[in-house]
């Protein structure tokens, strides 16, 4: 941590990376990050290469300064939540810094804070503060509460405990606006997402006796309805719920014909472990993964289904 304290200290110009197609919890840290930042009264850039992120994430504190150009003057970047070199979304010249708590990281930068048994890179970022004595103000609060409130999905994972709780309390204290991330992050929704999730149920099929949920996304689908890809991860999720879903799976197909996947799981299958053959990665319960335009929607979902019935 003093390496990263100290690296800081001699930058000039430093950017703060979010990952590709962003979630609250890259743009949470990332946002904490730029605050802390700001108050060292450093020249400071925020990076994301997703040019439409999702709109629900706008209420977190300077939203508004992102960017999807990276400044050629930076002599430091520090990637928020990005769980490989891929999802920083550009290639430096710079200095990195990655900070994040995915299990699939491989510690990629020359300087690296990953915890992973965190439950989100947000608690990572407040772990740093703390223990560097930052003072955490209200919007880095709101930020930081944000990410654990997305990954922790709304407090229901199972690797939420006490501690979890203690320190939202803390960051309550410290003024973050809870009530408003509660509603922008679990409960708002576009109309668009809405129709999508219409959509998703309807063609939704389950199989290995309704243990496993099967999403297939097509670009026609996702262009009726005018969703986002980020749109597709409330359905997904949703499934778990249902009495004898312990794994979720999404292959969606991209406009260039390349396939995004998603895995969600609460059972014996290791999200992460799947992932990986595609070269993608995340955590046990919470995985993602692309593959090439070569492969059809169909195959594609033939193919992750098949290691999935593997791991049960």
């Known amino acids: 941590m003093n390496e990263i304290l100290s690296k800081i200290d001699s930058a000039k110009h430093i950017v703060v990376i979010s990952h590709v197609n962003p979630d609250a919890d890259s743009i949470g840290s990332a946002s904490a990050m730029y605050t802390y930042l700001l108050q060292k009264h450093k020249k400071v850039s925020w990076y994301c290469k997703t040019k439409n992120i999702d709109t629900k994430l706008s ?27 891929k999802r920083v979304g550009v290639e430096l010249e710079c200095d990195l810094i990655n900070i994040d708590h995915h299990e699939s990281n491989n510690n990629f930068a020359a300087l690296n804070l990953v915890d992973k048994s965190a439950i989100s890179t947000s608690m990572v970022l407040y772990d740093f503060f703390k223990q560097n004595n930052i003072k ?48 922008n992050i679990v409960k708002s929704m576009s109309l668009a997402a809405l129709r999508l999730k219409g959509v998703m149920f309807t063609n939704m099929t389950l199989v290995g006796d309704a243990r496993v949920a099967i999403f297939c996304i097509s670009d026609e689908d996702m262009k009726s309805t005018g969703a986002l890809g980020t749109d597709c991860e409330s359905a997904l999720e949703e499934s778990l719920y249902l009495p ?67 791991e049960m």
């Open 59 to 85: 209420f977190m504190p300077w939203f508004e300064k992102i960017r999807n150009s990276f400044p050629s003057s930076a002599d430091l970047a520090i990637s928020l939540d990005c769980g490989d070199i």
């Open 136 to 183: 955490i103000n209200k919007k880095m609060a709101t930020a930081i509460y944000s990410g654990i409130l997305d990954d922790s999905n709304a407090f229901m994972d199972e690797q939420v405990d006490g501690t979890t709780f203690a320190v939202v309390r803390e960051l309550i204290e410290c003024g973050a606006e809870f009530k408003t991330c509660n509603k």
């Open 244 to 310: 004898h879903v312990e794994t979720a799976m999404l292959v969606r197909q991209n406009s260039d014909f390349s396939i995004k996947g998603s895995i969600r799981s609460n059972g014996d299958v290791d999200a992460s472990k799947i992932a990986s053959v595609f070269g993608g990665g995340g955590h046990a319960s919470r995985a993602g993964f692309n593959i090439s335009s070569d492969v059809t929607l169909e195959d594609a979902k033939t193919e992750v289904l098949n290691l999935i019935n593997k």
